[in-house]
């Protein structure tokens, strides 16, 4: 053992420009998997959030009656699917529309009457928030008699929902098309590595030596070349994230609510090491020592 440990070292020194060469690509792609899984982790969070600001917008015709909105209301509060019913009358829709529009009180000068109708908010249930159910409660509603139409910002979910998807998919692909270059690396440089010293391999092996005591170094080294280019990779996206945190968040406070998952860190080490082993197994399994 403590000759393969010295025989990986020295190489590791000897082949010092290779070495680095290797490692910095092998961050280089680690870093790139990091930073594509910290979004659609972020992403996924934010979608996660959606259900409990989710809500339907339910426009009750002008022509109701108070007992008409009173049984909408509560039609609607006996429905298992709603969490929460919220009634809003013309002036309250008057007053929330001012606030939300600059200058509302300009715009709605010299008009006889409130032009805006009475609505009533509703939330769903958090398992009841996908696109199908959403669609299917809406169109119960519309039948109810008093309700002029419902509104729900159906193409907002279906956007988020490609969002979600798409992100997933991207990251995915990315692990994968990364995951083969990092090996393709070791896969190259033990293969180099292995070439050079062949004159030495062959002395062993003539003395000796076996496969596996001869292959063991490389393998190693393969390793170490892997786990050192996921510490700097995740070096990096650490850098990235405080630089986020700490000063562009300052400029931009959306980015305050970006969450680092540190359990990624220890993960991307184990990773650089498994593909450097992977590309060196591979590499040194189809040479001949």
């Known amino acids: ?31 790139i998997i990091l930073i594509t899984f910290l979004l659609v982790y972020n ?29 909408i209301i509560t039609q609607l509060k006996q429905r298992n699917d709603i969490s929460s019913v919220s009634y809003f009358s013309k002036a309250d829709a008057l007053t929330e529309f001012k ?3 600059k200058g509302a009180g300009a715009i709605l000068e010299g008009l006889d009457e409130n032009p805006l109708s009475s609505y009533v908010e ?13 669609k299917t409660i809406s169109e119960d509603i519309r039948k109810i008699h008093g309700v002029e139409d419902v509104y729900f910002g159906e193409k907002i ?51 000796g030596a076996t496969s596996g005591f001869i292959r063991a170094p490389f393998v190693l080294e393969g390793g170490v070349l892997g786990l050192i280019g996921g510490i700097i990779g995740a070096t990096g996206v650490v850098a990235i994230y405080l630089l986020i945190k700490i000063k562009i968040s300052t400029f931009v406070p959306i980015f305050e609510s970006i969450i680092m998952p540190w359990i990624i860190l ?3 080490l184990l990773t650089g090491l498994l593909l450097g082993i992977i590309g060196s197994l591979i590499a040194i399994g189809r040479l001949r020592a």
């Open 43 to 71: 992403f996924h969070i934010a979608t996660n959030r959606l259900p409990e600001l989710f809500s339907i917008v339910i426009y009750l015709e002008d022509a109701a009656s108070k007992e008409e909105t009173e049984k």
């Open 157 to 207: 979910a279906e956007t988020i929902n490609f969002l979600r998807k798409s992100f997933q998919g991207i990251g995915i692909f990315l692990f994968f098309i990364i995951s083969v270059v990092v090996i393709f690396i070791s896969y190259s440089t033990v293969k180099i590595l292995f070439y050079r010293k062949k004159e030495e391999l062959e002395i062993m092996r003539l003395l």
């Open 266 to 268: 220890p993960i991307s």
């Open 1 to 31: 053992m403590s000759y393969i440990f010295k025989s990986a070292i020295q190489s590791l020194y000897r082949e010092k420009w290779i070495n680095l060469l290797s490692m910095f690509a092998i961050a280089s792609s680690l870093f």
């Open 122 to 134: 509703i939330k769903l249930k958090k398992d009841y928030v996908t696109l199908p159910n959403i």
């Open 99 to 101: 606030k939300t529009v």
